[in-house]
C-alpha cells in the first residue's frame, strides 16, 4: 500500500546437530541366502568392515572404483576372480575370498549380468527348456562368431556363453530337453559377416535331435509371440520357473501365475510353427540363397 514502508522478515535459520549433518547413508541390507551375488557381496563387506576401511580407502589400494565396490557388495554385480584376490590381499583374509568366489562362481561370475547370473543354475537343473526368441538366435544354440558380434567382442562373455552350451551335450544327467521357437525373420536378419551367418544357420539345423527341437514360425504367419523373448525351465518335481528378456534388464520369475501365463503362450506361439524336420530343411536352404558367400 502506497505510503507505507514494506518491511521483511529475516529467513528462520534451520540448524541441524552434528550428527544429523554427518551421518552416512545406511548400507542396504544384505540377504546372502538370496543367491551367490549377494552371499560373495555380504562377505566382501564384512572383511572391508573388520579392517575398518570405508568403500573409498579400499578404492585407494586396489584398481576398483567405489561404486564399483559398492555395486559387487550389494549384490548387483558380479566380478572377477582377481577381485576377490586383491581384496584378499588388503584386507588380509587368507584367500578367504577368493576360495568363495570359486565355490560360488567357478569363474564366471563376472561374464554374466547381475539379473541374470542365477540363470545357468536353473538351466543345469531343468529337466525341459522352452525358448521363445523373436530377435536373435537362442544364446544356447549360437556359435562363437555369432556370439562375438553380439556381445561386441567381449570373450569373457563369449566363453561364458559357450560354455553355459554344455547343458545340452553333458552325459550325466542327461540334458534337458529343448524346444526352441523362432520366427523366420531371425534367419535372414544379419548379424556379423555372410560366413558367421552361414555357419549359424547350419550349426542350428544340424543341432536337430531327439531331444532338440527347432520350429521355425513361417514369415507372414500371425501369432502372439511379439512381447519379447522368454524361456520356461521345467525342474525336477515339476515345479517351473522362467526367465524373460526386457529392456533395460531381464528377469527372472517364479510366480506361478507369471510363470504359467509365459508357458500357456509358448504354447499358443507352438501352434503356428512348422515341425522340426521341415524346420530344419528351411533353415538350410535360408542358408545357402541367403548367406553362402
Not at 547381475?114 to 530377435?135: I, M, N, S, V
Request: charged share 25%.
Amino acid at each position: 500500500m502506497a505510503g507505507i514502508a514494506a518491511t521483511s522478515r529475516p529467513s528462520p535459520v534451520i540448524t541441524r546437530s552434528p550428527l544429523e549433518v554427518d551421518m552416512p547413508q545406511r548400507p542396504k541390507r544384505l540377504t546372502p541366502s538370496r543367491g551367490p551375488l549377494d552371499l560373495f557381496g555380504s562377505e566382501v563387506r564384512r572383511y572391508r568392515t573388520m579392517a575398518g576401511l570405508s568403500l573409498a580407502q579400499l578404492a585407494e589400494q586396489i584398481p576398483y572404483a567405489p561404486s564399483t565396490i559398492g555395486e559387487i557388495e550389494r549384490g548387483e554385480s558380479g566380478c572377477d576372480r582377481g577381485f576377490a584376490e586383491d581384496c584378499d590381499r588388503v584386507l588380509d583374509t587368507r584367500d578367504a575370498l577368493a576360495h568363495l568366489h570359486d565355490g560360488l562362481f567357478d569363474g564366471r561370475s563376472a561374464a554374466y549380468p547381475a539379473w541374470f547370473a542365477d540363470w545357468p543354475e536353473y538351466e543345469g537343473q531343468a529337466e525341459t527348456l522352452r525358448a521363445y526368441e523373436p530377435l536373435v538366435i537362442y544364446g544356447l544354440l549360437q556359435t562363437p562368431g555369432y556370439a562375438d558380434v553380439l556381445l561386441y567382442g567381449d570373450q569373457k562373455a563369449v566363453q561364458a556363453r559357450m560354455e553355459r552350451q554344455g547343458v545340452l551335450s553333458r552325459k550325466e544327467p542327461l540334458p534337458p530337453r529343448l524346444i526352441y521357437l523362432l520366427p523366420e525373420r531371425v534367419l535372414r536378419s544379419r548379424v556379423g559377416t555372410l560366413a558367421v551367418m552361414y555357419e549359424q544357420l547350419h550349426h542350428l539345423a544340424d543341432a536337430v535331435s531327439p531331444r532338440l527341437s527347432v520350429q521355425v514360425i513361417p514369415d507372414g504367419a500371425p501369432h502372439p509371440g511379439n512381447s519379447g523373448a522368454f524361456v520356461v525351465a521345467t525342474l525336477p518335481g515339476d515345479s517351473r520357473i522362467a526367465y524373460a528378456a526386457s529392456e533395460p534388464q531381464g528377469r527372472i520369475l517364479d510366480g506361478r501365475s507369471d510363470v504359467e501365463r509365459l508357458n500357456e503362450r509358448f504354447a499358443d506361439i507352438a501352434t503356428y510353427a512348422l515341425p522340426a524336420d521341415l524346420s530344419a530343411a528351411l533353415i538350410r536352404e535360408i542358408a545357402d540363397e541367403a548367406w553362402k558367400s
